[in-house]
C-alpha cells in the first residue's frame, strides 16, 4: 500500500519535473527584422533589403522563414537569418513568421511581425517628406543669419575718439577694435554673453559688459590711439592735394 502510494507520488513528482522542463523548453523561438538597404519608415512601411533574424534554445537546428503563408527559405546552422528584398514581393500588408526545429524534435513558432511593403518611389517620398521640412528650417536659419547682419546694415558709426557714451544697458570694449560700445536693446542675449555688432568696426561678435570704469577708461584709450594717428591724417591729405593740383596744372 505504501508502496504504490510512493510510487503514484514519485509518478506525480516526476511528471511534474516533465511538464516544468517541457515549458522551459518550449520557449518561442524570437523573431527580428532589421533593415540592410532601404527604407524603413513609420507606420511599418518598408522597402528595400532587410533581414529576418531568428534566435531560440541552443538544441536548435533549422529555421524557416515565411512572408504570409509562403517560404521563403530556411537556414540549417546558426546564426538562423534570412535576407530578402521588398521588391520581389506584391506591395501591401505582409506577416513574417519562423518556425524553427530543435534537434530534440520540437517545433517553435515565433510570433509575427508585420509590415507594408511599398514602392520604391513611396519610400523615397516618404523619406523626403522627413527630409526636406528639415533641410528648409536649415536653409531658413542660413539665410537669416546672413540677412540679418545685412539689413542692421554694414555701415558703421563715425564717432570721435574719446566721446563720452551713454551706457543704459551696459557696454563692452569691441574685441576687434578696442572700442567701446553701448549695448543695443535688440542683442541676441545668451545666458552670459550677447551677441552685438560693434558700430565702429562693424564686426559681430559674443561679448560680455563691462564696468562703466573700463569704459570710460576705454574711451580715454581712444584718444592715444587717435593721437598716435594725428600726423598720418595731413600728410595724406597734402598728398591727395597734391595730386589734385598737379591734375590742374595738366589742364
Ligand atoms: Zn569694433
Redesign the pocket.
Known amino acids: 500500500m505504501k508502496k504504490i502510494k510512493f510510487g503514484l507520488l514519485l509518478a506525480l513528482f516526476l511528471s511534474l519535473v516533465f511538464v516544468s522542463a517541457a515549458l522551459a523548453q518550449g520557449e518561442t523561438l524570437n523573431l527580428s527584422l532589421s533593415r540592410d538597404f532601404g527604407y524603413g519608415g513609420f507606420g511599418g512601411d518598408i522597402q528595400g533589403t532587410f533581414s529576418l533574424h531568428a534566435s531560440g534554445p541552443s538544441t536548435l537546428t533549422r529555421v524557416e522563414f515565411f512572408i504570409d503563408k509562403t517560404k521563403i527559405g530556411e537556414v540549417d546552422k546558426a546564426p538562423f537569418n534570412l535576407q530578402f528584398v521588398t521588391d520581389n514581393y506584391p506591395l501591401g500588408a505582409h506577416s513574417f513568421s519562423a518556425v524553427g526545429y530543435t534537434s530534440d524534435g520540437e517545433e517553435l513558432s515565433s510570433p509575427k511581425i508585420d509590415r507594408t511593403f511599398v514602392s520604391a518611389s513611396a519610400g523615397t517620398q516618404a523619406g523626403l517628406g522627413f527630409v526636406i521640412p528639415i533641410l528648409v528650417i536649415v536653409f531658413a536659419v542660413v539665410i537669416l543669419a546672413a540677412v540679418v547682419p545685412l539689413l542692421s546694415g554694414r555701415k558703421t558709426v563715425n564717432l570721435a575718439p574719446g566721446t563720452p557714451r551713454q551706457y543704459i544697458l551696459g557696454g563692452t570694449v ?1 574685441p ?2 578696442g ?1 567701446p560700445f553701448a549695448f543695443s536693446i535688440f542683442s541676441l542675449r545668451l545666458v552670459v554673453a550677447r551677441l552685438e555688432r ?1 558700430p ?2 562693424g ?1 559681430w561678435g559674443f561679448v560680455r559688459g563691462v564696468s562703466l570704469g573700463e569704459l570710460r577708461a576705454a574711451e580715454q584709450a581712444e584718444v592715444q590711439v587717435a593721437r598716435g594717428q594725428v600726423p598720418e591724417t595731413p600728410a595724406e591729405e597734402k598728398l591727395k592735394k597734391e595730386l589734385d593740383d598737379s591734375k590742374y596744372r595738366d589742364a
Do not use: F, Q
Request: positive net charge; glycine residues 0%; contains cysteine.
Open positions: 569691441c576687434k577694435c572700442r560693434c565702429y568696426c564686426r
